[in-house]
């Protein structure tokens, strides 16, 4: 931002390119390819949301805003006076003693005050009939609405009407095109979602003071459709984000283009989005010894998938095992009980034996007798197929046709297939699984890094790797590692591999167990093996 802002300042704003800011950025080298390396685009959206999260929230009072417009690397600024400023206006000028002045400045006065308690009154009034006709609609929404609101652990979400800010019947038509399609991508069983229509709104969104209200807005700006979103928590009225996307005005004709629009906007409720954040922090509240539900327990899962901690997994394993005891029936408890522990012992997390690797079959079959189109059951069994050595392609072909826009059975399988040597089958679905998740977590990285080393690309590897944010995992160090030796960075490598010593004492004389317990195919495993000797050479 300050490079941006200070190119913007020195008049070569227009002249800011990806290449540019890689270069005096992020010290890509002089061959940088902005068309192949997205690094730039992606830290350029990172950038946008965070200005669009700050000036919702701390900085909703700045007068001064800076902006990226979306296509271009040149900041904007916009000047937003403060409100009181607007609403009463300056003061009459004073002179002297003048008689007619002292009586205009009198006359002023009256009128500001009476002007003051005029909005006052209305704004009081206008408080009153809505808190009214919110009783009067919460009493008639149906019972079954109004507890289901507050079933624990799912959060609900109130899908507002799209509103149309043209009037224009293509544009208003467009508008509930994208919402249905938005309905329908987010009919997940871990979400309570309520759609709308514009009488009852405001009634459902009184009942779900815990939950989110979901809306937007549609407009046509010359050759382009713009739709803004917003998502709110009712109970404080904080808007915990909001984005504008602007598509050319034929890009959304096609029902393909609007259900991938679409699926871009339902992002907000996956993991790793806003809402999941929002709940995470909700989790930390909660008063020590609270018993936890399964959807808690999923956030907690979620948590240790985002960093790959070996505390983030006892903790997730835990409060698992707690559920699974309490809750027998639900197929989700055992569900992800068997992801968690299908993976213990790869990431050297539990005993070094066969032990949870057969836990995790056993949890895993009986997530499928209780719910077979359950969709973390079906990857727990292929996970244990995967981490067994068997043949889980067939098992993960089929989920990904039943789930063909889950991002997180796309990176799961990207990983498996880059791993066992399907290298561009496996970047495509990490690649889409990147693309469609806000706040992508280490493993999407990891997939990506451990493609471009297969295939020998050590740059790209390398600017993947950095991507790994996971101070307390060791796997992630030692790709760094490798990534930043044969591609020649010598000091990057030394410091990544004296953390994976410190994480992992068992390195450098287990390496090769540890690449067996990932199933890693042996080119990717001569690579990886190859870059961490060369971090440990001065």
């Known amino acids: 931002m300050r490079f941006v802002v200070g190119e913007t300042l020195a008049g070569q704003g227009d002249r800011l390119k990806g290449y540019t800011i890689a270069i005096e950025v992020f010290g890509r080298p002089p061959d940088f390819d902005a068309q192949s390396d ?20 701390e900085g909703r009072n700045d007068p001064v805003r800076i902006e990226l417009p979306r296509g271009s690397y040149n900041a904007a600024s916009s000047y937003h006076p403060p409100p009181a400023e607007v609403l009463l206006g300056p003061m009459p000028p004073t002179a002297g003693a003048d008689t007619d002045v002292v009586r205009n400045r009198r006359r002023w006065r009256r009128i500001r005050s009476i002007l003051i308690a005029v909005v006052l009154l209305a704004g009081l009034g206008v408080v009153v009939l809505q808190q009214l006709e919110l009783s009067r609609l919460t009493a008639t929404l149906s019972p079954a609405v109004a507890s289901r609101a507050r079933a624990p652990g799912k959060p609900p979400i109130v899908v507002l009407p799209f509103e149309d800010l043209d009037g224009a019947p293509a544009v208003a038509a467009l508008a509930a095109t994208i919402r249905e399609e938005l309905l329908l991508l987010l009919d997940d069983p871990e979400l309570f979602v309520v759609a709308t229509q514009a009488g009852d709104a405001a009634a459902v969104s009184a009942t779900v003071l815990d939950g989110y209200v979901l809306s937007g807005s549609v407009r046509a700006t010359g050759t382009a459709i713009r739709v803004t979103i917003r998502l709110l928590e009712p109970e404080t009225g904080r808007q915990i984000w909001s984005d504008a996307y602007d598509e050319p005005l034929t890009a959304l004709d096609d029902p393909a283009e609007q259900r991938a629009f679409a699926r871009r906007i339902s992002a907000v409720a996956e993991p790793y989005g806003p809402i999941f954040e929002s709940e995470i922090a909700r989790l930390g509240t909660l008063p020590a010894g609270t018993e936890l539900t399964v959807s808690d327990c999923v956030l907690k899962y979620y948590q240790f998938r985002r960093v790959l901690a070996r505390a983030q997994h006892a903790e997730a394993l835990a409060c698992f095992e707690a559920a699974a005891q309490r809750e027998p029936s639900s197929a989700e408890a055992w569900a992800v009980l068997a992801l968690l522990e299908a993976e213990q012992t790869a990431h050297g997390y539990g005993e070094a034996t066969p032990a949870p690797l057969d836990r995790a079959r056993e949890a895993a079959r009986r997530a499928m007798d209780i719910d077979g189109n359950n969709l973390h059951a079906n990857l727990a069994l292929a996970g244990t197929q995967y981490f067994g050595g068997e043949d889980f392609r067939p098992l993960a072909e089929r989920i990904l046709q039943t789930w063909p826009d889950n991002s997180e059975a796309q990176a799961w399988f990207g990983f498996m297939l880059v791993v066992s040597g399907d290298t561009a089958r496996g970047r495509m679905l990490a690649e889409r699984a990147l693309a469609a998740t806000q706040r992508a977590p280490s493993g999407y990285h990891t997939t990506l890094a451990m493609a471009a080393l297969r295939e020998g690309n050590v740059d790209e590897a390398l600017a993947s790797a950095l991507r790994i944010d996971s101070p307390d995992w060791a796997i992630g160090h030692i790709i760094v590692a490798a990534s930043s030796a044969l591609a020649g ?29 990932w199933q890693v195919e042996p080119e990717l495993a001569a690579q990886l093996t190859r870059g961490f000797d060369k971090a440990g050479r001065p």
């Open 38 to 57: 997205p690094l730039v685009r992606v830290e350029a959206g990172r950038l946008r949301r965070r200005l669009t999260e700050y000036y919702a929230d």
């Open 489 to 517: 960075r010598a000091d990057l490598a030394a410091r990544a591999r004296a953390r994976a010593l410190a994480l992992d004492p068992t390195l450098p004389a287990g390496f090769a167990d540890l690449l067996r317990r």
